[in-house]
């Protein structure tokens, strides 16, 4: 880890496995690296480090690891709501190592590689239903 | 401050979308035009992010439409607490063509006579018909992808590619359309759909406001400029002007600028040409006082700034309860609806709006939309969400009001300490009135086509794409600050040719009527070039 302590970073990964549970097509995030991915951004981010920093002090303060799921929940639900601008960050960084994995992006019936160089096939589609909109005629104002 | 002896015929102030046609035009009548931008090329095949898994966290980043996130050197912060749209721009060779989506729609010929037509607002002094010709040539140059016989324009000149795909998804909203018996079409694009000049088909990858790797997407750095350069124009990029100096007789001199080093650099010119966008370029005119224009620049009317206008846009989103294969295809899908884009005294508004559709989000869009909760049920509501949406951008004909304005902040520079613009905007009752009726319009659509739940934002925030009429045009120079070829009314060699000049907005996107405009008033300067440059 560049910024996080392994205390923190275990922290960390218990709390992005909850906002995203694992099921039996795709994976936890703690398993693929999402932990790792944060605290890369964290260190290119002094002012999302010190919150981050803050926030997970105030969570380990809680003693979270120890807690059993549930009130792991109920307390990110209150970090939801009392702690707004830590758990935004929090939930859009995790959703962008997330989403944005190979792994997830196959997972979810992608083919799991970025849109290029190979880009996809797109259907011309149905252009005959526009004969109803040509017998309409002119719409067009003219001055 | 380094003095650059070297006189140009015309010097143009930005290297977008009306930059780069003008200065090919004037280039190709043998004219010497040099280009002051102050961002930098971008190498499509090796700059752009859609080859690397991360692609879609460049939209939070260094690929945000609003300078103000992006915060790259050389962009210029802009303060727009004072507006519930936040002005949207790119600054590069290509400019805003860079992030665009390539709508490319043409104003329609009652936008040029609204005053007539609806007594709002002003005519313009050129009509529709003035500007086809250069509509034609602009499309030549940028490669259109559409299809003739519009019902909503005039017929025009045959498009240069076939138009963009529909899809799986595009069939499912036409069936709407189509059953209302509204209008749709499928818009104008600059995109080319297979290969034409020189450049490849597009290959339906989706996110075109991420740049184009594949030079398909026909913004200016990969059409106009190429050819430009090759018949002798001269651009300097990372150029940063900070005012516009006048002479003793009152004409544009200099431009002074920053280069990339921070050395103030002056050059000289005999026509001075502003095309660095409806915020841009009030930005520098009020930043260039004078003893002879002591409140800026050709701003004797006051109007420098004034009548800002954006589109507003609604947004309504319509969740179907089937994959429609939504990631596939340039995300803008250029369907067009044009059914309430003229005046109806029926309604409680005039003038109009029309809608245009947009594919489904991609993932990590669709995990940060909003519509999908963390916990337990997060993979499940993904899983009905994704491909699966449509979405209505409903934009609206914002009408000028004074009150609406570009002016300079008192505080707020850019890293090289250029006076920053200050953004104060209304959205008007017209506006909002006619933004509601789009928004139940839309929703009708959605339900006709089988939706099963219609969400949407009654006025976007990100989504002032659309800079326009901070240096209206028009006869009267009390009325106006350019006349009908971009000409200052107060400095007769110096040209505006971006969306500041608009005298109204219709409800398209601007950028094929800005880029018409921009050769319309080159054919002027080129057949008057003895008159201005006295040889």
């Given at each position: ?16 496995d909850?906002l ?16 790792e ?13 010190r ?28 970090y ?18 997330y ?8 997972g ?11 880009g ?24 | ?128 018909f003035?500007?086809?010709p ?123 600028y ?43 009317s ?63 869009a ?26 209505f ?143």
């Amino acid at each position: 880890m560049k910024t996080l302590s392994k205390n923190n970073a275990d922290i960390l990964g218990e709390m992005v496995d909850l906002l995203i549970p694992a099921n039996k097509n795709l994976p936890a995030p703690s398993k693929i690296n999402v932990v790792e991915h944060i605290d890369d951004a964290l260190s290119n981010t002094p002012k999302m480090k010190r919150i981050f920093v803050e926030g997970l002090a105030d969570i380990n303060n809680k003693e979270f690891l120890s807690l059993p799921k549930m009130e792991q929940i109920a307390l990110l639900t209150k970090y939801e709501s009392s702690n707004g601008t830590f758990f935004s960050l929090l939930l859009r960084h995790t959703y962008n190592a997330y989403y944005t994995n190979p792994i997830v992006v196959a997972g979810i019936g992608m083919t799991g590689r970025p849109p290029q160089p190979l880009g996809y096939t797109l259907e011309k589609g149905n252009l005959t239903l526009l004969d109803k909109v040509i017998k309409k005629g002119q719409i067009w104002r003219n001055p | 401050m380094n003095i650059d002896n070297k006189k140009v015929d015309v010097l143009v102030i930005g290297a977008g979308a009306s930059g780069a046609a003008f200065t090919w035009k004037l280039a190709k009548s043998g004219m010497k035009v040099m280009c002051l931008e102050q961002g930098d090329w971008i190498n499509p095949s090796t700059d752009y992010s859609t080859s690397s898994a991360g692609w879609e966290i460049h939209r939070q980043t260094d690929f945000n439409p609003n300078p103000n996130i992006r915060s790259l050197d050389v962009d210029y912060p802009i303060n727009d607490i004072g507006s519930p749209i936040a002005p949207l721009m790119y600054n590069a060779v290509g400019g805003s063509t860079i992030h665009w989506s390539a709508h490319f729609p043409r104003l329609k010929p009652s936008d040029f006579r609204v005053k007539t037509l609806d007594n709002v607002a002003d005519d313009w002094p050129l009509s529709y018909f003035d500007l086809e010709p250069y509509f034609d040539l602009n499309d030549k140059i940028m490669g259109v992808a559409g299809l003739n016989g519009d019902t909503a324009y005039p017929p025009k000149s045959p498009r240069q590619t076939p138009p963009v795909g529909l899809g799986k998804l595009g069939d499912k909203i036409v069936s709407g359309f189509d059953e209302l018996g509204w209008h749709w079409w499928p818009s104008d694009s600059a995109i080319n759909t297979v290969e034409y000049d020189g450049r490849p088909g597009c290959n339906n990858c989706g996110p075109c406001d991420l740049g184009c790797s594949i030079k398909a997407k026909s913004s200016t750095d990969v059409t106009y400029w190429p050819k430009a350069l090759e018949l002798g124009a001269e651009l300097i990029t990372n150029a940063r002007v900070r005012e516009i100096t006048v002479d003793q007789s009152g004409k544009a001199k200099s431009a002074i600028y920053y280069d990339s080093k921070g050395e103030v650099k002056e050059q000289y010119a005999s026509i001075i040409v502003l095309a660095s966008n409806g915020v841009g370029t009030p930005r520098i005119l009020l930043n260039s006082t004078s003893s002879k224009f002591p409140e800026g620049l050709a701003n004797s009317s006051g109007l420098v700034g004034k009548n800002l206008m954006f589109h507003p846009y609604s947004i309504v989103t319509g969740l179907f309860d089937e994959d429609l294969e939504g990631h596939k295809g340039p995300t803008p899908l250029n369907i067009i609806c044009s059914e309430f884009y003229e005046t109806d005294p029926s309604r409680d508004f005039v003038r109009g709006y029309t809608y245009q559709v947009v594919r489904s989000l991609a993932p990590l869009a669709t995990a940060l939309s909003g519509h999908i909760p963390w916990g337990e049920n997060h993979h499940a509501t993904f899983k009905k969400r994704f491909n699966r949406t449509i979405t209505f951008a409903v934009i609206g004909e914002d009408l000028p009001e004074i009150h609406n304005k570009v002016t300079i902040d008192p505080k707020l520079t850019d890293s090289f300490g250029i006076p920053s613009p200050k953004i104060e905007y209304e959205l008007s009752e017209n506006s909002r009135k006619m933004l509601d009726h789009g928004i139940g319009t839309a929703t009708q659509v959605m339900k006709t086509a089988g939706a099963i739940e219609i969400t949407h934002d009654p006025l976007k925030r990100e989504a002032g794409w659309h800079l326009m009429g901070t240096a209206k045009m028009g006869a009267n120079k009390d009325e106006s600050v350019v006349n009908k070829y971009g000409q200052a009314h107060d400095v007769d060699n110096l040209f505006i040719i971006d969306g500041s000049i608009f005298v109204t907005a219709g409800a398209v996107n601007p950028t094929s009527t800005i880029q018409a405009l921009a050769l319309y008033i080159a054919e002027h300067i080129v057949s008057k070039s003895r008159e201005f440059l006295g040889k």
